[in-house]
């Protein structure tokens, strides 16, 4: 309803446009000891190597587009829950600068990944056996950005790299910062489903509550398992030298998963999307559990998505 249908809209071309650069560039996520890399075998890419290396850099800046995206998800929903008008701030310019938030997120993510975590010959020679063993491939074969939290010293002892520092600061606090307002605001719309569930004057409009409140849950779950968990694990572990290299192709899986997984809860716990699933592959007519809206609670305001 809304602006909101336009805000999935939005949503929905960015996962195309992320889809797309994923299958076009075929990155892998890679995890050695103390460091962490994206790469991509160039082996067959027509392009060439720097062209291949925004790409990745692009693949990377989605991630802060999608966390970035998830959060102001979240902030929208609860404005429509708490009906107080503060929807008004989704309207007009209001609603370009929602819009803008998460591509500058995604352009200061990519623009990290190039600047500070770019390759350089230490990275090389750092990555080059693991990338032989792992994927029995040189590094003249791969396009890389990585990190390496530290490096050796000519004494034998180990010293930080202050640039990996610096780009792994600046996603934790982007990830964090997304991570707070969902938490927030996911706290909130619960508080407010919740009482939403009893102050129904209808059967539709409190069986729709509830049907969020489930579906609010469940969003909430995905991300955390699906990005913040495995995407910062994969930052931050290789800095305390836990080595995570067994789990590099499930981060790499799960981080590719997330625009296909996302809408399935709506799609699965919403009865009109699932009974429409169900018409449209099915061809299942049955009325069994649906609750439907009457056009006289729809023209008393009594829905609420």
């Known amino acids: 309803m809304g602006n909101y249908r336009h805000l999935m809209i939005y949503f929905s071309l960015f996962a195309m446009l992320f889809s797309t650069i994923d299958v076009v560039t075929g990155p892998f996520v890679h995890s050695y000891e103390k460091s962490f890399c994206v790469l991509a075998d160039r082996r067959n890419w027509p392009l060439g190597e720097n062209f291949q290396f925004l790409m990745i850099c692009a693949l990377c800046g989605c ?34 600068i929602w819009l803008t938030i998460p591509v500058i997120f995604g352009v200061l993510w990519g623009m990290t990944i190039g600047y500070f975590v770019g390759p350089d010959l230490e990275k090389t020679e750092y990555l080059r056996e693991s990338i032989l063993t792992s994927y029995n491939l040189s590094m003249d074969d791969v396009t890389y950005v990585g990190s390496v939290y530290w490096r050796k010293k000519g004494d034998g002892g ?16 982007m990830m964090t910062t997304s ?22 004057e209808s059967t539709y409009t409190r069986n729709l509550q509830k049907q969020l409140y489930k579906a ?20 931050i572990l290789p800095f305390f030298g836990v080595n995570i290299a067994p789990f590099s192709k499930l981060v ?26 169900s018409d449209f592959f099915f061809c299942c007519t049955s009325n069994k559990n649906r609750v439907s809206a009457t056009e006289e609670e729809i023209s008393r305001g009594h829905t609420t998505i």
Do not use: W
């Open 63 to 96: 991630f802060g587009v999608t966390i970035t995206f998830f959060a102001i998800h979240f902030v929208f929903r609860y404005f429509a829950l708490e009906r107080q008008g503060r929807l008004a701030y989704f309207h007009g310019c209001y609603f370009v």
């Open 158 to 173: 180990e010293e930080i790299v202050m640039d990996s520092m610096i780009a792994m600061g600046v996603f934790m606090t």
């Open 179 to 200: 991570f707070a307002v969902v938490c927030y605001y996911g706290y909130k719309s619960y508080k407010r489903i919740t009482s939403l569930i009893y102050e129904g």
């Open 216 to 235: 609010l849950v469940v969003q909430a779950i995905i991300p955390i398992v699906l990005m913040y968990a495995p995407v910062g694990s994969y930052l």
């Open 252 to 277: 790499t899986f799960v981080y590719a998963a997330y625009p296909a997984v996302d809408p399935l809860p709506l799609m699965f716990i919403i009865d009109n999307y699932r009974n429409a699933i």
